[in-house]
């Protein structure tokens, strides 16, 4: 394959997850009839720039349709941390009336319901019906299309031109990530500064993050790959920082390479420098991935096994994309996981892709108390274990698999 960045010959493998439906996929009870879609599911290094990357079988439309069910506003954390940046970017930017916002994957409308609260003009670019829907009950103005150079070019036509532009937990999930960002350098105002929100590649490959390899991911990021890109397509990074959401990430701050007014911080390099330290650009350093993933999968199966010969009960908590690449690679179907919770109605009463495991709402957990629950969106654990502590009443307790299986014994108390 070529890497879809500088078009090299990529041959090195990071991991192989066998085969698996895209992960957000949820099927219907109707959809249970008929075949699902199955694609490879593996992972490359590129030795040229280092970037991490899917190796390419399924095509954009297919991963983000109409029924696309992952709706950002259901995490509390997040909303808080989009309100605090919203808070953060307004003041420092001295966005005003004036000014407009343009967020790419502005899914709900979880982050800019803030700046239009502020009474700062704000555009979403979001190309799945479903969110979209949602974010204009919200009253903000929606373009539902997939963001690239066209796009930019037909904003920028129509007066459309961004003096702060988002691009949260997206740049991993577009398949031509060139297009994608020559975009910002032609929708941002000269002035104008880009901050793009990704997992940390280096977290997903020291902490075994292997569940958050799924097909909707097209590449895995760091500072070293992404300077690289931006800098081919017309941005100029010049500040870095680092964030505990989606397992750690990296919040990189970017201006137009011809126009753009911000010195480069120091942080930028201290982050690179990080990188290269712990051999992002070697292939040791991808070296263990795939072990340490068989590894997982081996310990999960034996525990869920194990409480299935003891007669407990076991549920899942949270119908995520990083739960199903865990049930499809480890082979877990509903005779060892018989559903798993989600408080997303778009969810309910579906059915996990792939391992075909209901999802229910939470009532069905206070009937049914089983003996472990376990956490899926493990990046949300601090904050599922506030909400659900009920649980210790019938002697429940959390279970989370990666990066190692863990029983918590107690809630956050």
């Keep these: 394959?070529?890497?879809?960045?500088?078009?090299?010959?990529?041959?090195?493998?990071?991991?192989?997850?066998?085969t698996a439906p895209p992960s957000n996929a949820y099927l219907s009870l109707a959809q249970l009839q008929a075949p699902e879609k199955w694609f490879p599911l593996k992972v490359m290094v590129?030795?040229?720039?280092?970037?991490v990357q899917t190796q390419?079988?399924?095509q954009a439309a297919e991963l983000f349709d109409a029924d696309y069910a992952y709706f950002s506003s259901f995490s509390s954390s997040w909303l808080e941390h989009a309100a605090l940046y919203a808070a953060r970017m307004?003041?420092?930017?001295?966005?005003?009336?004036?000014?407009?916002?343009?967020?790419?994957?502005?899914?709900d409308g979880y982050l800019l319901q803030y700046f239009k609260e502020k009474g700062i003009p704000c555009t979403g670019i979001e190309p799945t019906s479903s969110t979209a829907a949602a974010a204009r009950l919200k009253g903000l103005s929606m373009v539902e299309d997939f963001f690239g150079i066209r796009?930019?070019?037909?904003?920028?036509?129509?007066?459309l031109t961004a003096d702060l532009a988002i691009a949260n937990n997206v740049l991993a999930h577009v398949p031509d990530i060139n297009d994608f960002v020559a975009g910002f350098a032609i929708v941002l105002k000269e002035t104008g500064v880009a901050t793009f929100e990704f997992p940390h590649v280096v977290n997903l490959i020291?902490?075994?993050?292997?569940?958050?390899?799924?097909?909707?991911?097209?590449?895995?990021l760091s500072l070293f790959s992404v300077e690289r890109i931006f800098a081919k397509n017309g941005l100029r990074i010049f500040d870095v920082e680092e964030h505990q959401t989606h397992g750690g990430s990296l919040r990189v701050f970017a201006q137009r390479s011809d126009t753009g007014i911000h010195a480069r911080?120091?942080?930028?390099?201290?982050?690179?420098?990080?990188?290269?330290?712990l051999g992002i650009a070697k292939l040791d350093f991808y070296a263990n991935l795939q072990g340490n993933a068989e590894?997982?999968?081996?310990?999960?199966?034996?525990?869920?096994?194990?409480a299935k010969r003891e007669g407990h009960l076991i549920a899942g908590y949270g119908a995520a994309a990083k739960g199903n690449t865990l049930l499809n690679f480890v082979g877990v179907r509903a005779d060892l996981l018989p559903f798993v919770v989600d408080r997303n109605p778009a969810k309910q009463h579906k059915y996990l892709p792939g391992s075909r495991i209901p999802i229910v709402d939470e009532e069905h957990l206070r009937q049914t108390k089983p003996r472990y629950v376990i956490i899926f969106p493990w990046n949300l654990r601090s904050e599922v274990m506030e909400q659900m502590a009920y649980i210790e009443a019938w002697g429940g307790r959390f279970v989370t698999i990666v990066p190692r299986l863990q029983i918590h014994e107690t809630s956050l108390r």
């Design 1 to 18: 394959m070529k890497c879809r960045h500088c078009d090299s010959e990529v041959s090195s493998p990071l991991i192989d997850l066998g």
């Design 46 to 51: 590129c030795e040229v720039c280092w970037l």
């Design 56 to 58: 390419d079988v399924a």
């Design 90 to 107: 307004s003041k420092e930017l001295l966005l005003g009336s004036d000014s407009h916002v343009v967020e790419i994957a502005a899914n």
């Design 151 to 159: 796009l930019a070019h037909e904003l920028v036509r129509s007066g």
């Design 206 to 220: 020291r902490y075994d993050q292997f569940d958050t390899i799924y097909h909707e991911h097209f590449s895995y």
């Design 265 to 277: 911080k120091p942080s930028v390099d201290l982050v690179l420098d990080r990188e290269l330290a």
């Design 295 to 306: 590894a997982i999968k081996y310990e999960f199966l034996e525990f869920l096994l194990s």
